[in-house]
């Protein structure tokens, strides 16, 4: 039996084997036209946008090289600097609340309260509504309460503010609730009952033992939470548009106008600005993933 067994194995690695010979020979030409439409789709638009932020142009067909005069113009606009700690701020407001937010709703929702699926839909639907369509419906919210008071959303920088602030969490916390449900759910049930053996209260199981294990869903809703905050155009072009005084400009905003704007040398500006918004937004990523991946508990 057992010689059968050993003969009945070899068998069978012998034929997976000239299974994947073909699949490894041809392996080009399954990789090739995605690698193409990576490579038209992302690196030459990439590598094409790296050089025109060295150069002034009106279209990509007049591009003229001016070196690094585009980016000292970028860093000297104080609409740019403004727009950047005005984003940071909003970055940082809203990765707080829109988590913990999330994070408490998904935990209740997980301890088998009646009607948990409805809770769960409801709570997730306003993401899948546009971001322009959801701009516009707050901006009648918040004009209708703040008309109340003689003002509207664009008469104070601090209404914009809360706005968004209000506006994305609406918009963002049913999603990442979903995240954190799933990973609440995947916490090994005989961790929680040894917690309790072992006298721990509720506090104590959640800080110590849940939230520990959860540091893979953690780790992704902050990565979607920061880059999503620092991503933010159509929300706020949608509610605000800047007002006033461009304000309430985010950094995407802040580069469409430029580009867009009337200045002959805006579109160079705007690329350049682009570039650092994406080194910016890519560090600061980086820095998170790693800060939070190394917490994670390997089960």
């Known amino acids: 039996m057992k010689d059968k ?9 012998v034929n997976s084997k000239l299974l994947r010979r073909p699949i490894q020979r041809c392996f080009l030409l399954f990789l090739a036209p ?12 990439f590598l094409r946008g ?32 403004h727009a950047f700690w005005y984003t940071a701020l909003y970055a940082i407001v809203s990765l707080f609340l829109i988590n913990i937010l ?18 769960r839909t409801a709570f997730f639907m306003p ?11 707050w901006s009648m919210i918040f004009n209708g309460i703040l008309g109340k008071m003689n ?7 601090r209404y914009g503010f809360w706005g968004l602030i209000i506006l994305m969490c609406w918009q963002q916390i049913g999603y990442m609730m979903i995240i954190y449900i799933a990973g609440l759910q995947a916490v090994p049930g005989e961790l929680i009952e040894a917690a309790k053996i072992d006298g721990a209260t509720k506090w104590q199981t959640l800080i110590n033992v849940t939230i520990p294990n959860i540091m893979p869903s953690i780790t992704i809703c902050l ?10 155009f159509d929300q706020n072009l949608a509610l605000t548009n800047g007002a006033p005084m461009h304000n309430t400009e985010m950094l995407a905003l802040n580069i469409y106008n430029t580009f867009y704007g009337q200045s002959l040398t805006g579109k160079g500006v705007a690329q350049a600005k682009a570039v650092i918004f994406f080194i910016l937004v890519a560090g600061i990523s980086i820095i998170q993933l790693k800060a939070t991946r190394s917490k994670e508990v390997q089960q």
């Not at 995605?34 to 638009?45: D, L, R, S």
């Not at 932020?53 to 606009?77: K, L, P």
């Not at 993401?127 to 419906?137: A, S």
């Not at 990565?223 to 933010?232: A, Q």
């Open 5 to 13: 067994k050993k003969k009945h194995n070899s068998g069978t690695s």
């Open 223 to 232: 990565f979607l939470t920061i880059t999503n905050g620092f991503k933010l």
């Open 34 to 45: 995605t690698f193409g439409a990576f490579c038209i789709g992302f690196i030459y638009p």
């Open 50 to 81: 790296l050089y025109l932020s060295f150069c002034e142009f009106v279209t990509i067909g007049d591009a003229s090289f001016v070196g690094f005069r585009n980016y000292i113009d970028a860093f000297h606009d104080a609409s740019f600097i």
């Open 151 to 157: 003002t509207s959303i664009l008469m104070e920088t």
């Open 102 to 119: 999330a994070f408490a709703i998904a935990y209740l929702l997980t301890l088998g309260i009646k009607g948990a699926n409805l809770f």
């Open 127 to 137: 993401n899948l509504i546009g971001g322009i369509v959801l701009g516009y419906i």
